[in-house]
């Protein structure tokens, strides 16, 4: 019988899928949109500009955004006024099916839990 152990996890490199069965297994981070996949994605990732989208939006599930370092403007397309600003140790939660763009105001430092499988994204205005 072999025995578990613990495997460590470059998270600037890889994202974490959290599954139903509460199983989690590291992916590597490629280039370009994210791949969507049946659970719950786990990334740590390092900002200094806007995503390259329009918008993105998540149907199977809310999204939760906790900043580390810097700061972003987070945007929901119900409603624009009511954008929140967020600093180191601040977090929001995005509903299910609310279109929103993160905007980078300085460098940053992100958490995200996102759930898939599916999600769509719009292409920038030209």
Same mark, same amino acid.
């Given at each position: 019988?072999?025995?578990?152990?613990?495997?460590?996890?470059?998270? *600037? #490199?890889?994202?974490?899928?959290?599954?139903?069965?509460? *199983?989690? *297994?590291?992916? =590597?981070?490629?280039?370009?949109?994210?791949?969507?996949?049946d659970?719950? #994605?786990?990334?740590?990732?390092?900002?200094e500009?806007?995503?390259?989208?329009?918008?993105?939006?998540?149907?199977?599930?809310?999204?939760?955004?906790?900043?580390?370092s810097?700061?972003?403007?987070?945007?929901? =397309? *119900?409603?624009?006024?009511?954008?929140?600003?967020?600093?180191?140790?601040?977090?929001?939660?995005?509903?299910?099916?609310?279109?929103?763009?993160?905007?980078?105001? =300085?460098?940053?430092?992100?958490?995200?839990? #996102?759930?898939?499988?599916?999600?769509?994204?719009?292409?920038?205005? =030209?």
């Amino acid at each position: 019988m072999t025995t578990p152990r613990i495997v460590p996890v470059d998270v *600037s #490199t890889h994202v974490l899928d959290v599954r139903a069965d509460f *199983s989690i *297994s590291a992916r =590597e981070r490629l280039p370009g949109m994210p791949r969507r996949v049946d659970a719950m #994605t786990l990334g740590i990732v390092e900002m200094e500009h806007d995503a390259p989208h329009g918008g993105e939006v998540h149907p199977d599930g809310d999204e939760i955004l906790y900043v580390i370092s810097g700061r972003v403007r987070v945007v929901g =397309e *119900s409603d624009p006024d009511a954008a929140l600003e967020l600093g180191p140790g601040e977090a929001c939660i995005v509903p299910r099916g609310e279109w929103h763009r993160v905007h980078i105001l =300085e460098p940053t430092k992100l958490v995200h839990l #996102t759930p898939g499988p599916r999600g769509d994204h719009r292409p920038l205005p =030209e």
